[in-house]
């Protein structure tokens, strides 16, 4: 019994070890802009132009983007299809059948995935923000194009002409007596977009914004709710520390 608890101990060390070592894609720290509401409107543009034709945000509707500062009528001209109302979820209007063909499996709804995505490497926004600017060609794949955060990933890059093509930059080591190909670090532009590489950056910060306002819209009441709570408890513990000491003072 001893031994065979031992085994487990040292299994799910060997996993922690593997995971604390970075085994994963190292992610980019990615700029919180949760309460620039300009970030987040700029962010829900890019959202519903370049995303939400194959994605969906099924938990979401389009008359809660006036938390961020729009109108209804801002939403309504700018972020709905002519055929969606102001109080309709954002759905995606793609065939889910037709999507398992094209992409291999059926795209997934985008409502948490700026939560769901976290991991021991980083928040789910930093992987987000990693996985947006981490596309490269690939004409091996079927939709010619790869990402180093996720390798092997089934969707295309719908960003590219923003970004423009590249193509990351690898170098060969010896590791564990075999060859292996590892990112430099650097990229060689196969094609320029029409951005630069900072106003690039800067829009996919804005696009991660929005989509992890979107997975928790309050977050920030509650933070800031949080700050009052604690210091409403460190307060009272100071009035309940010195009325304590006003009531046992004449006790010995």
Aim: proline fraction near 4%.
């Amino acid at each position: 019994m001893k031994k065979w608890i031992a085994g487990i101990v040292m299994a799910l060390g060997l996993v922690g070890g593997a995971l604390a070592s970075g085994a994963s894609f190292p992610l980019d720290k990615a700029p919180n802009r949760t309460n620039d509401m300009a970030a987040l409107q700029n962010g829900a543009k890019f959202f519903v132009n370049y995303c939400l034709n194959c994605h969906s945000a099924a938990f979401v509707r389009y008359n809660r983007l006036k938390d961020i500062g729009l109108s209804e009528k801002q939403i309504k001209d700018n972020l709905t299809f002519t055929t969606d109302k102001i109080g309709d979820l954002m759905k995606a209007t793609i065939n889910p059948q037709q999507a398992k063909e094209w992409f291999g499996a059926n795209p997934p709804d985008l409502t948490l995935v700026a939560r769901s995505r976290a991991s021991h490497a980083g928040t789910g926004a930093d992987y987000l923000y990693t996985y947006m600017r981490t596309f490269y060609r690939d004409d091996t794949r079927p939709t010619g194009w790869n990402n180093l955060a996720f390798p092997n990933v089934g969707m295309p890059h719908v960003l590219w002409e923003l970004q423009g093509e590249r193509k990351p930059v690898f170098q060969t080591v010896e590791e564990h007596g075999h060859e292996a190909h590892v990112f430099t670090g650097k990229w060689e532009v196969v094609k320029p977009g029409k951005m630069s590489a900072e106003e690039y950056d800067n829009a996919v910060a804005d696009l991660v914004s929005f989509l992890q306002w979107m997975a928790e819209p309050r977050q920030n009441e509650r933070v800031r709710l949080g700050v009052f709570v604690l210091l409403f408890l460190g307060l009272f513990t100071l009035v309940a520390w010195r009325l304590n000491a006003a009531y046992w003072k004449d006790i010995k």
